[in-house]
């Protein structure tokens, strides 16, 4: 299985951007998909996840601020990033785990996207 994620960039504090993963090589509906950053000189930390049921879960830096959502038909998980400002720039991650694993760890990571916001 792999993960192909894309849509960062640099944009100005107060803006939008909206990131897109793609996985390919599995059955996308069985995967609970996440979102990751890691900011220059941080440990990389969690942002959201979303269930296969289209639950969704956020870390409390992000909440009321970014959307995870997922379309099951395109095989793509999104993440919606508003009032965005210069604390969340980092490179961001999709991950993936497997719906019936019996650890909570994301075992499938995709490259890493850019997001930069400037003050």
């Known amino acids: 299985v792999q993960l192909q994620a894309s849509g960062g960039g640099l944009v100005q504090a107060g803006g939008s951007l909206r990131l897109s993963c793609t996985m390919s090589g599995r059955t996308f509906v069985n995967y609970v998909l996440g979102w990751f950053r890691q900011a220059p000189g941080k440990e990389r930390e969690y942002v959201a996840q979303?269930?296969?049921?289209?639950?969704?879960h956020y870390a409390d830096s992000v909440k009321g601020r970014f959307t995870i959502s997922r379309d099951n038909a395109k095989n793509t998980v999104y993440l919606q990033m508003n009032s965005l400002n210069p604390e969340d720039t980092a490179v961001y991650y999709c991950?993936?785990?497997?719906?019936?694993?019996?650890?909570?760890?994301?075992?499938?990571w995709g490259q890493g996207t850019q997001v930069t916001v400037s003050s």
């Open positions: 979303i269930y296969w049921a289209a639950s969704t």
């Open positions: 991950a993936a785990r497997h719906r019936a694993s019996s650890s909570n760890e994301y075992t499938v």
